[in-house]
């Protein structure tokens, strides 16, 4: 009975999922290309997405606070979307974001069991799980969470 109660939670991965992302500059990304000495925050985000679209909006007052992270942002969808999405938030000018596409793999989808849009995961410097949300967090507990990171 325990094993089935173990292998039913959604424990997060401890580790950034695998991905193989192609950038808005047409080449692709992994990992493997992460600094080693600065904490990550990965999120997987839909263009299209209004918790998605308010979540950035929401941190644009506040991108002091997490511009010694590197912000993977991730999606699905077709790489004119995330690019449309940059343009339209002005993420080009934050040197530390990078977006992108994993396209119809959902290889991160997968690793992460995402059932909607924004997910949060904050990685250490030693690239470790800090903190995960599963649903927006609000601005002051994203922002204490990258502290820890």
Request: include cysteine.
């Amino acid at each position: 009975m325990l094993i089935a109660i173990a292998g039913c939670s959604k424990a997060q991965p401890p580790v950034i999922a695998p991905y193989k992302m192609l950038k808005l500059d047409n080449t692709w990304t992994t990992p493997a290309d992460l600094k080693k000495d600065k904490p990550t925050m990965l999120i997987y985000f839909a263009p299209d997405c209004n918790h998605c679209q308010k979540l950035i909006y929401d941190m644009k007052p506040v991108m002091n606070a997490f511009k010694n992270m590197q912000v993977i942002m991730i999606t699905f969808t077709d790489i004119k979307m995330v690019k449309n999405f940059s343009d339209d938030y002005g993420l080009g000018a934050y040197k530390n974001f990078t977006l992108g596409t994993e396209g119809y793999t959902y290889a991160v989808q997968k690793y992460y069991q995402l059932r909607s849009t924004p997910y949060i995961a904050i990685y250490g410097k030693d690239g470790h799980l800090v903190q995960a949300f599963e649903k927006v967090p609000k601005i002051p507990e994203l922002v204490a969470a990258v502290k820890k990171a």
